[in-house]
């Protein structure tokens, strides 16, 4: 058997989809895409591109402290925008939240569910114990 370990978002009240929100496996988190959303219905809470990727950021910071690490463990992000139109907030709010050595980074156009702008997963590395 694969010793893998759930992380889940410690505020999440909803069921939607049939995964993780985080998998740590073999001292590797991997983070599935998170969006601007209300944690306790699911309902994307659609605002300005710079809102909601700070909102995105602040669910994707949360599973990284559940998991014990933080932002700065972060290796590599992959973000989604409902359209390129919104790249320059985006950007600009991403590069608030990771400073220094930011993360490897792909950014693309896609549709994305529930009326939000944003979507991001990442993958981080854990300290070695």
């Keep these: ?3 893998k370990k759930e992380i889940k978002h410690p505020e999440k009240k909803f069921t939607y989809g049939l995964f993780s929100a985080g998998v740590e496996i073999d001292g590797w988190l991997y983070v599935s895409g998170q969006g ?3 944690m306790k219905t699911g309902v994307g809470l ?4 710079e809102e909601e ?6 669910n994707l910071e949360l599973i ?3 998991a014990g690490i933080d932002r700065h463990h972060v290796v590599r992000c992959t973000c989604y925008l409902s359209d390129m139109k919104y790249f320059e907030g985006f950007n600009n709010t991403y590069g608030e939240f ?3 050595i930011r993360p490897a980074r792909t ?3 896609a549709g994305l ?3 939000i702008k944003v979507e991001i997963d990442a993958i981080a590395r854990m300290p070695k114990s």
């Design 1 to 3: 058997m694969i010793d």
């Design 36 to 38: 601007p959303l209300d």
């Design 46 to 49: 659609v605002s300005t591109i």
């Design 53 to 58: 990727t700070a909102l995105t950021l602040k």
């Design 64 to 66: 990284l402290k559940n």
């Design 98 to 100: 990771f400073t220094g």
């Design 107 to 109: 950014t693309v156009q």
């Design 113 to 115: 569910m529930k009326g």
